[in-house]
């Protein structure tokens, strides 16, 4: 039989419980609100760890449907990024799940692993094997530099190079060979960062890896979630979503890497832009067909991503390129399908109240077409830049081969570099931007305005 609390003094022991768990609620929550986050702070010299401190990430039980993690994208040249980790270490991160509820398919994956796996932001249900195991690619993490002399006895002009320019030192890192390896590990302008690749999703992106202080280095995990590469940092093994530099599982889920201003172009561009810049040697250590695709038609429109298995956003084709500006201040994603800018050269745009202009210059091919990289298909290169110089609002547009500005007939190239006109020597500022295909993007980004869509 079912006895009823009647007892008023049963009540008021009840009631003085609640006020306990409640107050203990209150203590524990002022302790998060005090604890330290780790921040992708430059250095200690110019940040000190001890000076930045955050808001803890939200924990919830795992045994709750878990939400779609993500968290805001840090857009900052190389310059910002002290401004930028500090306005991002002021933001409540995403949710972080709690407890070990792997799959056994990935706990076999993973069993010699020290990732603390109590600690996730994603279902692990999303998590695939790529088929290598850990460091089955290896990433370079002793690179060797070449001049441009001896790079073009091997590197054609029209193959695709990662362009990354940091207080002047400029290196580019050769699709023919970051594809083999997916991660550097590299110094550029005494900044540490990461060159990162994943060609399932064309993704070229580069992040700044220092951290609280601390500098990591990040290897290939093996592991895939939406067919993007998963990275792994070597310190505390914690996993990082590299399409999102979101950290994504162990000790540092939730955490945010700096993403740093680079270009996908051809070598030619590079070499006009800086004449001085050092090239990524194929001097590895390791033993690979550099110049090959190993990936020989899978940019094909049509074709199916491989290793995703979630829904396709069917407002473009799945291994559609687009070029993808993430906007985390205004909460706005947009993406410039190639389509359309390769047919007008120049898109003068403003999203989330953030003046834009988005070059293509035609000359640089796929890296994931052709068997021979050399002889792929030319699907040329893409810029983007506030189009602001000096306080004055410029407007560009295609004439010819040229991109000009309306104001002074200034003529600029795709790294966003007035080459002649009364603007000569100045530069547009960067804004972080992606080279993707579209499936990629909309899985992790499914709000996503798309220029010249319906939606836009």
């Avoid at 005090?34 to 010299?45: K, L, R, V």
């Avoid at 994956?109 to 094997?129: F, M, P, V």
């Avoid at 050769?174 to 390896?181: A, C, D, G, R, S």
Wanted: aromatic residues 8%; contains cysteine.
């Amino acid at each position: 039989m079912t006895r009823y609390w009647s007892n008023p003094s049963l009540w008021l022991l009840l009631g003085a419980a609640v006020l306990l768990l409640g107050i203990g609620s209150l203590v524990v929550n002022q302790l998060d609100l005090n604890m330290p986050e780790i921040d992708s702070a430059p250095s200690e010299a110019e940040q000190p760890a001890e000076d930045v401190a955050a808001q803890a990430p939200a924990v919830e039980s795992s045994a709750a449907e878990a939400p779609v993690a993500e968290s805001s994208v840090a857009e900052a040249s190389a310059a910002d990024a002290p401004a930028a980790a500090a306005a991002e270490s002021g933001r409540r991160g995403p949710t972080i799940l709690t407890g070990d509820d792997r799959p056994d398919r990935l706990r076999s994956l993973t069993s010699a692993w020290n990732t603390n796996w109590e600690l996730h932001t994603i279902d692990y249900q999303e998590i695939l094997s790529g088929g290598p195991p850990r460091d089955g690619i290896p990433s370079i993490d002793d690179p060797q530099f070449v001049d441009q002399a001896a790079a073009g006895e091997w590197l054609a002009d029209n193959e695709p190079v990662i362009a990354l320019e940091i207080e002047g030192d400029a290196r580019a890192y050769p699709l023919q060979v970051v594809t083999w390896h997916e991660i550097v590990n590299d110094t550029v302008g005494d900044v540490p960062v990461v060159v990162t690749f994943c060609p399932l999703c064309n993704s070229a992106l580069v992040f700044d890896r220092r951290f609280d202080g601390q500098v990591f280095e990040f290897g290939v995990s093996g592991l895939l979630r939406n067919s993007d590469l998963i990275m792994y940092d070597r310190t505390t093994e914690s996993l990082w979503q590299q399409f999102t530099g979101e950290g994504i599982v162990g000790d540092l889920a939730g955490e945010q890497l700096t993403f740093l201003p680079s270009s996908l172009v051809s070598f030619a561009d590079f070499k006009a832009a800086h004449p001085e810049g050092l090239i990524l040697s194929r001097d590895t250590g390791f033993n690979r067909a550099y110049g090959s695709n190993p990936y020989e038609g899978y940019d094909s429109i049509g074709s199916n991503p491989f290793l995703f298995r979630g829904p396709t956003d069917g407002r473009l084709e799945a291994v559609e390129r687009v070029v993808t500006v993430s906007l985390a201040g205004a909460g706005v994603d947009v993406a410039y399908p190639l389509t359309i800018l390769s047919e007008v050269g120049v898109i003068n745009d403003s999203q989330g109240g953030q003046d834009l202009v988005v070059f293509h210059k035609d000359g640089t091919s796929s890296a994931l077409g052709a068997r021979d990289i050399a002889n792929a298909e030319d699907v040329g290169a893409t810029g983007v830049f506030d189009p602001n110089v000096n306080g004055q609002k410029l407007t560009f547009r295609q004439d010819g081969e040229k991109i000009v500005d309306e104001e002074t007939g200034s003529s600029w190239n795709i790294l966003g570099q007035a080459v002649d006109g009364s603007l000569a020597g100045e530069e547009l500022s960067p804004v972080v931007h992606g080279d993707h295909f579209w499936f990629s993007w909309a899985a992790f980004k499914p709000d996503t305005i798309i220029f010249g869509g319906d939606a836009e």
